[in-house]
């Protein structure tokens, strides 16, 4: 372990726990989709879960915010633990922003009402304060002029844009982002993948899904590798790129880089 | 590459085809001769049925409506002939057009609630529920709607006979093979002044309403608007109850403007009438040339378009001819029935008006049967009842198919992303999933209102009152059955119509802007 790794893991054991899964467990009928996970993810730090697809890195972020409930295990969330409990459920879900593959805008409202949606009616904010935080959101993601466009006059890149203008709406603590340049073509990856790194220097908690290893290597501060449901190997970039430990994760690197 | 297209000196457009090869020429003479083609066949179709009919000694022709209609009706706005108003055939239709009307509008109401109830219930986590609405969905499409209405009349007629006791509350509410009364509740002398006085209360609510939202969206949080809007709309209703009379005032101000009404010459109504037809037809046009016209400048218009315009000029004219030539006695009815109109309302607002807005009246019984008309209650009769719910939940049935569909066809995307940003499901399903269901909802529902507005006929089985047992009777009696069924013809085709405008306006309001 070089020392960067050592000062960075020191680091991190010093701040506070904002993600902690303890062998979380999830079936889908008798399809096991998650085995015992155990991860932890402090605060202001980004994590990267990588691995093959159908080794349930979505199913457990999605975990995260009971889009998807886990049957074993435990989940806490900045100290809440999520249970059957719909005001637990309500408070993680409002502390926890997520950014989706498929973008899932509105695409009745336009661009400015996808974004001030939840504050007022959530959060129960005025609809000009809100308006006002919109636009705000919307120059940091670098679209102000599109606010009274609907979804469907965008392109993929500026629809993404959108939704994570809409999720920081909320002011979330956490961001989960599940994919989120699978579905956009070549040339837009690298604006959403700006947003994301000028979210990551600003100190948001994040957990990301993805296949994008330049982000991965620059931005994260660990790496998950999962691979049908379990957790093979957690560590920093650095680690995982030039000596991994495990085979599996030498196979998975060796075919995707 | 340009070199060669030039030189080779091929320019588009520049030779002319002869005119039997020009798409331009051939697209004109295409509608002139649909046209001509429909108008043939009408013509021919009009003249035969006229020769034949002559041929067979069968009158032809609509002079039979002012006669009386010489039958009793089994119920409407007016059943039998009475001292005030004679019964003729054409009353006696327009009765049966009432009755087919109030099973209509009533049937869409209710079964789109219950549909909607069933249709969500259908697609819940509840076990209960989704079986109990899964069962009434399946059961009920599947028996054929006329056997249900008959099950239902039978359903009815075993409740028990009719007397002068019967309850629940004898002289009050009645329920027995008959049917079912309830006191009426009617517009009694007082309501006028009471509705106008409602009206000026009703601005200044409106305008508490707009202030309330105003600051709600300036300072958040909830004002509990809808609750106080109710409040000051009891409030203020039970003072206009009270103090309505002061509204007499306004019984000299309508007996103006009927005097100033009548007083309009025929020949200024003429102009006026003239005026808004060309008018009308210049807006339209500017408006349709408006709506080819893009920040580049006016498109090309296509022959459609030009025949469009000179198809509206054309009916701008017939207009003018039918105000001035055709028809003079338009203004002059026009006149006439808009000062009568004033002249009614002035009469509504007279002295000496009770100060009751509304009251009741309780049901009248006469030889063990409901009197149907004049000083009586509410009264739903066995056939109405018997029509009413078996259409109702039929129709309910499929309408609860097409709400589900309409939800289903919402990407489960939407809701998880309402979710994800801690909207309820409430909220979600309020905010995000129903608005986009609604889209794909309306086109479907409008058929079902269609269906159950011409599924009213079906009256007929049960003896029900509607315009096609009204006008059976009338043909049975006077065989102008072709002159019945125009009529059964534009009554349907004008339901059917205005519907589907409905539907098509809304479904325009709901459209998704892309691109």
Redesign the interface.
């Known amino acids: 372990m070089s020392i960067a790794d050592q000062a960075l893991t020191e680091d991190l054991a010093s701040r506070d726990d904002m993600i902690v899964c303890t062998g979380v467990s999830k079936w889908f009928d008798d399809f096991q989709a998650l085995k015992g996970v155990d991860v932890t993810v402090k605060d202001r730090e980004v994590m990267v879960v990588l691995g093959p697809s159908g080794s349930g890195k979505s199913t457990l972020i999605r975990c995260i ?3 998807e409930v886990h049957q074993e295990g435990s989940i806490f969330v900045d100290g809440i633990e999520l249970t059957n409990d719909t005001r637990n459920i ?1 408070r993680i ?2 502390e ?3 950014v ?1 593959q ?1 973008f ?5 409202l336009s661009v400015i009402d996808n974004v001030t ?2 504050p007022v ?2 959060r ?6 809100a308006e006002q935080k919109a636009i705000e959101l919307l120059e940091r993601v670098g679209i102000p002029e599109q606010a009274q ?2 979804p ?2 965008l392109s993929g890149g500026q629809q993404q844009r959108v ?1 994570i203008a ?2 920081l709406a ?1 002011e979330p603590k956490i961001m989960l982002f599940d994919e989120p340049t699978s579905a956009l073509d070549p040339e837009m990856i690298a604006e959403v993948l700006d947003v994301m790194k000028d979210l990551a220097r600003g100190g948001m908690t994040m957990m990301v899904v993805t296949h994008e290893m330049g982000f991965a290597r620059e931005v994260a501060d660990r790496l998950v590798f999962m691979e049908s449901g379990e957790v093979v190997e957690v560590g920093t970039p650095e680690h995982f790129f030039t000596n991994p430990r495990e085979d599996r994760t030498k196979l998975f690197l060796s075919q995707i880089l | 590459m340009s070199q060669t297209s030039s030189s080779s000196a091929i320019h588009y457009g520049t030779t002319k085809p002869p005119l039997w090869r020009n798409v331009a020429v051939l697209k004109w003479c295409a509608q002139l001769a649909v046209l001509l083609g429909v108008l043939a066949v009408f013509w021919f179709l009009i003249a035969e049925a006229r020769t034949n009919l002559a041929a067979k000694s069968i009158p032809v022709g609509y002079d039979w409506l002012d006669n009386p209609a010489n039958f009793q009706l089994g119920e409407g706005i007016q059943t039998v002939d009475t001292p005030e108003r004679s019964l003729t055939m054409s009353r006696a239709l327009w009765v049966g057009m009432v009755n087919t009307l109030r099973i209509a509008a009533l049937g869409i109401i209710f079964s789109t609630l219950l549909g909607v109830l069933v249709g969500i219930s259908r697609l819940s986590k509840n076990f209960v529920a989704q079986r109990f609405s899964s069962a009434y969905v399946e059961g009920l499409r599947n028996i054929p709607v006329l056997v249900q209405i008959i099950l239902w009349l039978a359903i009815l007629g075993s409740l028990g006979k009719l007397t002068p006791d019967t309850g629940p509350i004898p002289g009050w509410v009645i329920v027995s093979q008959k049917g079912i009364s309830l006191p009426r509740v009617f517009l009694a002398d007082g309501f006028y002044q009471f509705a106008a006085l409602m009206l000026v209360f009703v601005v200044g609510i409106v305008a508490v309403r707009r202030q309330l939202k105003r600051r709600q969206d300036r300072d958040g949080g909830d004002l509990r608007i809808g609750l106080w809007t109710f409040v000051l709309f009891v409030i203020s209703a039970a003072i206009a109850w009270l103090i309505n009379p002061i509204m007499a005032f306004l019984g000299p101000i309508f007996g103006a403007i009927e005097d100033a009404w009548g007083a309009v010459p025929q020949g200024a109504m003429q102009l006026l009438l003239c005026v808004i037809a060309v008018v009308g037809v210049i807006t339209w046009i500017r408006k349709f040339l408006d709506s080819k016209r893009s920040p580049a400048g006016l498109a090309k218009l296509t022959d459609d378009d030009w025949f469009r315009m000179i198809f509206s000029v054309f009916v701008g004219v017939v207009a003018v001819f039918v105000v001035v030539r055709g028809w003079p006695g338009l203004s002059s009815w026009i006149i006439n029935s808009g000062s009568d109109f004033w002249g009614v309302l002035g009469d509504k607002f007279g002295d000496g008006r009770g100060a009751k807005p509304l009251d009741a009246m309780r049901p009248t019984l006469t030889e063990g049967r409901f009197v149907n008309f004049g000083d009586t209650g509410l009264t739903l009769t066995v056939f109405y009842a018997s029509i009413f719910l078996g259409l109702v939940f039929y129709t309910s049935a499929f309408i609860a198919e097409v709400v589900r569909g309409g939800i289903l066809a919402v990407p489960s995307g939407q809701s998880e992303a309402a979710a994800a940003l801690g909207l309820t499901r409430a909220q979600a399903l309020r905010k995000v999933v129903l608005p986009q269901a609604f889209r794909v909802i309306m086109p479907p529902l409008g058929n079902q209102y269609l269906n159950i507005t011409k599924n009213t006929s079906l009256g007929i089985a049960v003896g029900f009152s509607e315009i096609v047992q009204v006008g059976q009777t009338v043909y049975n009696k006077n065989s102008q059955t072709l002159a019945v069924f125009s009529i059964y013809m534009i009554f349907y085709l004008s339901c059917s119509l205005s519907i589907s405008s409905v539907v098509n306006t809304i479904n325009r309001r709901l459209a998704i802007v892309e691109r």
Do not use: D
């Open positions: 915010n009971r889009l309500e879900r409002s926890v922003g997520m989706f498929q899932n805008l509105f695409p009745h949606l939840a009616w959530v129960k904010k005025s609809k000009v304060e466009k609907y469907g006059q939704a809409r999720s909320m």
